[in-house]
């Protein structure tokens, strides 16, 4: 079963979202400078998100691990 692009830009954004929250946070930690975290995670936020959907589309066009669902027909 193939995956829509759409499916994968929402997973992006979605997954993206968690990712950054914990970026900022720990960069916030490691910094202790709000500002300086707040800009590591909007870096890491546009990179990521382009990587992931390219990642997930490669993913989407291998079989591995994918079992086609038997088409029931009466």
């Known amino acids: ?21 914990d970026t900022i946070i720990i960069s916030y930690f490691i910094t202790g400078n709000l500002a300086m975290a707040a800009s590591i995670g909007s870096i890491e936020l546009v990179t990521k998100m382009v990587l992931y959907y390219f990642h997930e589309r490669a993913w989407n066009k291998i079989s591995f691990g994918k079992v ?7």
Do not use: F, N
């Open 1 to 21: 079963m193939a995956e829509k692009a759409y499916r994968s830009v929402a997973k992006t954004v979605s997954w993206r979202t968690v990712g950054t929250l």
């Open 68 to 74: 086609k669902e038997p088409d029931y027909q009466i």
